[in-house]
């Protein structure tokens, strides 16, 4: 609170096809990153405050939950820690 978005650059992942989605906050410095397939789609910098704004951890909707994903969602990973970059790849 407040969160901080990034859209995607690229469009056409909704093509039926499975996509690889890797989002880093590194909380030290705010730096955020998101990549898809592999490909780096975006960065912003947010705060550096511990992320406890919200009791919940929702995936697929907003925190009101509404405006839900309508496709499928095969796995999701949380790390305590960024990714290094040979992690990520």
Known sequence: NPDTTIASSTSGFNDGRAHLVTFIRKAASGALSLYV????????????????ATSQLVIGAQQTLINFFSGDIAEIKIYGSALSEEERR
Not at 40 to 46: H, M
């Open 37 to 52: 397939d592999g490909a780096l789609q975006g960065v912003a910098t947010a705060s550096r405050q511990s992320l406890t």
